[in-house]
């Protein structure tokens, strides 16, 4: 869901953070409505978002990355700025910025920035990049996936790649040894979802059949989730 720039504006003010960091929020929103209002004269007026993007503070980076990512959908310097924010020295704002990236912006332009962010220095950024190409079905990377996963060596990281490679590739992923009770998640159009399945009474030649059986409810078929 798509939230107006006054519903941030009220939720900083609940925040419990310095007034500067408040004011460098707001200042952000403000950049965001001159530019949507008046068009982008200069790379200058998108600095109030860029410096909210580098920020460590929710009530910043937030709205910095989530603005950008808005302003990328029809403007290239807001697209330019993502790409650098993308591979800024800290792995901190890297994650960020992969992690407000929306199926609004250019599809070629994801695609590339999540590609590089797949061979991260840092294992949260491969994390974040991995979950967005599967989050936005960016199937034109699985097989750059496939490839990290098989020279990957940290357990986390390698669980993450296994079930969103799954998911992109067959839209379902088993683990007999994951949690109680829900051993199958199925991709749809609203997401994931774990049927209250347990492995010890699931007949693994019928996952296929059940797969089909989710898929065909009203919440369909093909995921296409957002942050």
Request: hydrophobic share 45%.
């Amino acid at each position: 869901m798509v939230l107006a720039v006054s519903k941030y504006r009220e939720w900083i003010d609940t925040q419990n953070d310095p007034p500067a960091l408040k004011a460098m929020a707001n200042a952000a929103l403000d950049a965001y409505e001159r530019i949507s209002m008046n068009g982008l004269g200069d790379i200058a007026e998108l600095r109030p978002l860029i410096a909210a993007a580098e920020q460590t503070k929710m009530v910043c980076w937030d709205i910095g990355t989530v603005f950008l990512v808005r302003l990328g959908a029809e403007h290239q310097e807001a697209c330019n700025a993502i790409r650098e924010l993308s591979t800024h020295r800290s792995a901190s704002v890297r994650d960020k910025i992969i992690w407000a990236l929306t199926s609004n912006l250019p599809n070629a332009f994801i695609a590339s920035v999540v590609s590089q962010a797949l061979a991260d220095r840092s294992k949260v950024v491969r994390m974040q990049a991995v979950k967005k190409a599967d989050s936005l079905y960016l199937t034109t990377l699985t097989e750059q996936i496939a490839a990290q996963l098989a020279v990957e060596t940290d357990s986390k990281v390698v669980t993450a790649f296994r079930f969103h490679l799954a998911m992109l590739t067959d839209g379902y992923f088993y683990d007999p040894n994951g949690r109680p009770n829900h051993c199958l998640t199925i991709r749809t159009n609203r997401g994931w979802t774990t049927p209250p399945i347990a492995a010890d009474d699931l007949d693994v030649s019928r996952i296929p059949d059940i797969v089909m059986e989710y898929k065909a409810q009203p919440f369909g078929a093909k995921f296409g989730g957002e942050p």
